[in-house]
């Protein structure tokens, strides 16, 4: 059976509080643009605190080496049940990393809160909780409401979307960043081996804080910049709607 196909999502407040809201996050929460992790007054724009990032990242060679390397000595992914810190899940659907970091954002972090009852998103969470992770990444395989939702969203872009004729990759990978519910920080991407923690958080500490960045985001800049490498990157934040 062929691979099932998605189109290619922008990282834009528009297009991710769309999907957001069409699989069932509220409207008490929204996205918001990032265009600074260290200028005060720009990121005073963005309301706090700030549950998750969602970031769109070029994959260097220098980046893909270091995934690699972290990734080599480890076995898949065997966390399943609610006892798992985060619920995590593999990419099995060509072009879909965008809206699997939307999921990864939205049910790992205290936006899950604000998820509403019966939605596809409570469904799929109910549905993927007890699964092992090829079963899991069934969930969103045969979810019609997610793939809906997803193609809808794909139209609302600045630039139109690509049609999708293989999973061949585009040369950028989403990521997800959220403050999970044991207080630490985790980087969640369908492509990898399974989540990463990326270590313990204060409780005022949420996912735009220096310390947060540093483990983060900030991270992966900082292995680009060491290299000379392509820093070109966008990331959205998932706050209270503004009033």
Not at 30 to 45: E, G, H, K, Q, R
Not at 68 to 95: A, C, L, R
Not at 139 to 156: I, N, P, Q
Not at 202 to 220: N, Y
Request: aromatic share 6%.
């Amino acid at each position: 059976m062929a691979k099932k196909l998605f189109t290619v999502l922008e990282n834009n407040p528009e297009v991710m509080n769309h999907l957001a809201r069409a699989l069932g996050l509220d409207d008490t929460l929204s996205f918001y643009d990032i265009y600074s992790l260290t200028d005060p007054d720009l990121l005073a724009f963005i309301p706090r605190p700030v549950y998750a990032l969602l970031v769109i990242i070029p994959l260097t060679p220098t980046w893909h080496e270091a995934r690699e390397s972290e990734d080599k000595d480890k076995s898949e992914y065997e966390g399943k049940g609610d006892n798992e810190p985060v619920i995590w899940f593999k990419q099995t659907i060509g072009n879909a990393c965008g809206s699997i970091g939307l999921v990864h954002s939205l049910l790992n972090s205290a936006a899950q809160a604000h998820i509403q009852p019966d939605s596809t998103l409570d469904k799929i969470r109910r549905e993927a909780l007890p699964k092992t992770i090829w079963e899991r990444a069934k969930v969103l395989e045969v979810s019609d409401e997610f793939e809906k939702a997803h193609a809808e969203a794909a139209k609302l872009g600045d630039t139109a979307a690509p049609t999708p004729r293989s999973d061949e990759h585009t040369g950028q990978h989403f990521v997800a960043f959220v403050k999970a519910k044991d207080g630490h920080l985790w980087e969640l991407e369908g492509a990898r081996k399974g989540p990463l923690d990326r270590g313990a958080l204060k409780e005022d500490e949420d996912v735009l804080s220096p310390a947060a960045l540093e483990k983060g985001l900030g991270r992966l800049i900082k292995i680009e910049s060491e290299q000379g490498g392509d820093l070109r990157f966008s990331a959205i934040a998932l706050a209270e709607s503004l009033k």
